[in-house]
């Protein structure tokens, strides 16, 4: 009765949802005895049929495991897979691999271990890697081992899959299950942790290994240490591959020169490039490209042209690689010819030119300011049939804005659009941006709706570019009602947008606004990062507020965000400054445990924090030590140790660091030049310090009024007070304001070669410019003075000196105290 009540509503159902087929059927025929009756007769044939049906496929099925069982009893194991295969491919009888395995764990219990390693060997054979590891995991509840063979395909073809993580994991099965892994299964689960960026997991494993790891264990393992930059370790993995007797090839080598190439340490690189050498392990294509990137990234182009020769002796065609390091290299030497020359040999080689080639040889022309330069060498380019896409020009429209020639950046925008080429929305933002550094923000805001009356959109990047605009303009409120439009028109604002605001709030000294919006974006996911904190960290180590800083450094290790190097250098380089260099310092060794390294950022802070401090004997001890770590110093070093040093006059020292400055081929700016021109005047050879204000000029590095207070202390060193006041003269000649330090010099100078006159006249004006000289500049110009009998002149600088805080009587008594000395 239930039946024929439900099929009474379906019958019912479907008349009235057949609205399209309808003709009208009498109620009372749904409600008659006889037409229910044809309706379960008719449903009670489908459901034979149906029946009939599975029973067929049913006995097909055990027909089939009948011939499969048969077949494993007879030993016919090509027989038996073809089967299996055919079952498991066909999905027809069964609907997988693991449905066979139960099927066949019934049918015949007694030959399970023969049919489970089948069933494991065609599901690896058969590339099916997912019902492969079920089959294991089944084969493993019933304690059968599959053969070490198979399961090393089917870890291979994991890795193959790039299935990192299901790789570890089968191989801890294999070992759970009490299976010993050979060589090649640990290389693979090696492999697949070195993958996923767990190099701890792979040296334990390698460690695990029964039998010795071999090369490709070696070399997976540096591949993933030097991608990581962690080449101090990865040298230390040669040097044990080597103790352990296992011979190197040509991928060992090629992966350690690259990576020392790729962290800029060269010399080592071309060491191993020697061992290659002298290990017989020849070259190819590889090894010469990661050394040629290696000197073209560090601009030794004439270095890289030799290495070149000596790839076309050894029988190497540069690749497409080899001339974008060549593009770049040269496109960073700021060298037109060079860029043209190599575009012509391009073409005569038949490399083809693609946008990535080209937008490096115009991209670094375009950022030295070389206009000219990269319109000739597309106009060439073009001559020779390369046609111009929108990211050369969107190079070319960045590099006008770069130059600040707007009017040129938007008739190229013209030209792109007379050959058919539609500017994006990326071609618009170079020139907002320029805008933005210009602070014409008005003319930024026109060009954003000329945008979009031309259809383009503006994107996030837009919106942020204003963003920043406005608020290196202090134009805060502007700022937030861009996010606003952002949101209205349906972009949602990112970490750069929030960011960009809180680092012009952090640059502009308003730390307390910056952290009530960093307040308000804790809990938005993915906005905050590292980044954003960095800058309020850093931010709050410039004006000294360490504690605040400190304060958010742990905040962002309890939101789970970890620091960076940034963050501890932010940090190290506050506590230097507040002369608490042992902290400093303990915190520099400290962020090892962090998997950072200390750079030559944190070095440089120690050695400012030590001189700052006055013990240069630690600052060198930085310096020394940073050298060994293969960190190479730069302006910033040399600057803060020629400087600190030149304060306590060790000029040996100072001379020794200027030669290293040299050798590295450093060129010296006015800051070092104004130190290494002080130490040499106030306790060097006066001479040197003129030699090198002439350095100085010769090459274009205008003196500023540090230098000309350094000269003239040297002349009066050497007695010349005439060429000392004729400087003075030069100084506001070129329109620089003399300072209380100039006037020192010049009191000074005359007071200790006894022209008490003379500095009795640099005093007044001295006095009359609102300076006043040191106190004991001042005791020794009125001694001077009453010894000369000039009592009057005398007496008024006392009088003067006590309406500024200085009393005659402490200037007698001092003046005493100095006598009996």
Same mark, same amino acid.
């Given at each position: ?32 005895? @006889? ?16 029946? +009939? ?19 494993? @009893? ?43 390693? $089948? ?18 995991? &089944? ?57 996923? #960026? ?13 039998? +010795? ?50 962290? #800029? ?9 020697? !061992? ?17 990137? /290696? $000197? ?61 080639? %080209?937008?490096?040889? &115009? ?38 804005? +770069? ?50 009356? !031309? ?19 202090? @134009?805060?409120? !502007? %700022? ?43 809990? +938005? ?13 850093? #931010? ?19 939101? #789970? ?9 932010? &940090? ?49 001890? @930085?310096?020394?030590?940073?050298? !060994? ?14 400087? /600190?040093?030149?304060?306590? /006059? ?51 590095? %205008? ?74 500049? %001042?005791?020794?110009?009125?001694d001077g003075l009453r010894k000369e009998g000039r009592l009057q002149e005398a007496e008024l600088l006392c009088c003067e000196l006590a309406e500024k805080g200085v009393s005659e009587w402490n200037v007698n008594e001092d003046l005493s105290a100095v006598a009996k000395m």
């Amino acid at each position: 009765m239930a039946k024929q009540v439900h099929l009474l509503r379906v019958f019912t159902l479907n008349a009235l949802q057949n609205t399209q087929n309808y003709s009208p059927v009498p109620l009372c025929r749904f409600f008659s005895s @006889q037409y229910v009756n044809e309706k379960l007769e008719q449903c009670k044939e489908e459901e034979v049929t149906t029946a +009939r049906d599975e029973l067929k496929e049913e006995q097909g099925l055990h027909e089939q495991i009948r011939k499969l069982r048969i077949y494993i @009893q007879q030993g016919r194991s090509e027989s038996a897979q073809t089967l299996a295969k055919s079952l498991i491919l066909s999905k027809t009888l069964i609907t997988s691999p693991t449905e066979l395995f139960r099927l066949l764990s019934l049918s015949c219990p007694s030959l399970n271990p023969s049919f489970s390693n $089948l069933l494991f060997s065609v599901c690896v054979e058969s590339n099916m890697p997912t019902e492969a590891t079920e089959i294991f995991l &089944l084969m493993k509840e019933n304690r059968i081992s599959p053969s070490l063979v198979s399961l090393n395909r089917l870890l291979e073809t994991l890795v193959s899959l790039r299935k990192y993580k299901e790789t570890l994991n089968l191989f801890s099965e294999i070992v759970d299950s009490g299976i010993s892994p050979d060589t090649f299964a640990y290389n693979k689960a090696v492999q697949s942790a070195v993958k996923l #960026g767990d190099l701890k997991t792979a040296i334990e494993l390698m460690d695990r290994i029964r039998w +010795r790891p071999d090369s490709f264990t070696y070399n997976v393992v540096i591949s993933g240490l030097c991608k990581e930059k962690r080449m101090e370790d990865a040298g230390n993995m040669f040097a044990k591959m080597l103790s352990k007797k296992v011979r190197p090839n040509r991928i060992t080598y090629n992966t350690l020169i690259d990576g020392y190439c790729k962290v #800029g340490n060269l010399d080592k690189a071309f060491g191993f490039r020697e !061992r290659m050498k002298s290990e017989g392990v020849a070259p190819n294509l590889l090894t010469f490209n990661s050394l040629l990137s /290696g $000197l073209c990234r560090a601009q030794r182009m004439e270095e890289a042209k030799g290495l070149l020769e000596e790839m076309n002796d050894y029988g190497f065609v540069p690749d497409g690689f080899t001339y974008s390091s060549l593009s770049y290299g040269i496109s960073s030497c700021d060298n037109s010819d060079d860029s043209l020359a190599l575009c012509e040999t391009m073409i005569e080689n038949g490399i083809p030119l693609n946008d990535y080639t %080209c937008s490096i040889l &115009l991209n670094g022309l375009c950022k030295g300011g070389k206009m000219m330069e990269a319109e000739d060498i597309l106009k060439k380019l073009r001559d020779k049939g390369f046609v111009p896409t929108g990211v050369i020009y969107n190079t070319i429209v960045d590099g006008y804005c +770069r130059v600040g020639d707007v009017k040129k950046a938007l008739s190229t925008i013209e030209q792109m659009e007379s050959i058919g080429l539609k500017p994006s929305c990326i071609t618009f933002n170079s020139l907002i941006n320029r805008y933005c550094e210009m602070k014409q923000m008005a003319e930024a805001e026109e060009l954003v709706r000329e945008m979009e009356g !031309r259809g383009i959109p503006p994107n996030v990047e837009t919106y942020n570019i204003l963003i920043g605009g406005y608020g290196r303009d202090a @134009q805060f409120e !502007r %700022c937030f009602q861009i996010l606003e439009e952002m949101k209205e028109k349906g972009h949602e604002p990112n970490s750069v947008s929030y960011g960009s605001l809180i680092n012009c709030f952090c640059k502009k000294g308003k730390l307390l606004e910056a952290e009530l919006l960093l307040s308000d974006i804790t809990n +938005r996911d993915g906005l905050l990062n590292v980044q954003i904190y960095n800058m309020l960290i850093d #931010g709050y180590c410039k004006v000294g507020k360490l504690k605040d800083a400190f304060r958010l450094f742990h905040a962002m290790k309890e939101t #789970g965000i970890s620091p960076s190097l940034v963050t501890y250098n932010s &940090l190290i380089n506050g506590l230097g400054k507040e002369g608490n260099v042992s902290k400093a310092e303990e915190l520099a060794c400290s962020i090892t445990s962090d998997g950072f390294k200390p750079d030559v950022i944190t070095y440089n802070s120690l050695i400012y924090g030590y001189l700052h401090i006055g013990n240069a004997k630690k600052a060198l001890e @930085q310096y020394e030590k940073m050298k !060994r770590l293969c960190l190479k110093p730069t302006l910033i070093t040399y600057h803060s140790l020629i400087s /600190g040093l030149s304060n306590e /006059g060790t000029v040996q020292e100072v001379e020794k660091l200027y030669q290293e400055m040299l050798e590295q081929n450093l060129a010296l700016d006015r800051p070092v030049y104004n130190a290494l021109i002080r130490c040499h005047a106030k306790y060097g050879d006066v001479r040197k310090a003129f030699a090198l204000h002439q350095e100085m000029l010769d090459k274009g590095i %205008c003196p500023d009024r540090t230098t000309f207070n350094s000269l003239i202390m040297g002349h009066f060193r050497e007695g010349r007070v005439q060429e000392a006041n004729q400087l003075f003269t030069e100084m506001k000649a070129k329109g620089l304001v003399p300072s209380a330090v100039t006037y020192s010099s010049l009191v000074e100078g005359h007071c200790k070669l006894k022209e008490f006159s003379g500095a009795y006249v640099w005093y007044r004006d001295m006095f009359e410019k609102g300076f006043v000289p040191s106190t004991y500049t %001042c005791k020794e110009l009125i001694d001077g003075l009453r010894k000369e009998g000039r009592l009057q002149e005398a007496e008024l600088l006392c009088c003067e000196l006590a309406e500024k805080g200085v009393s005659e009587w402490n200037v007698n008594e001092d003046l005493s105290a100095v006598a009996k000395m």
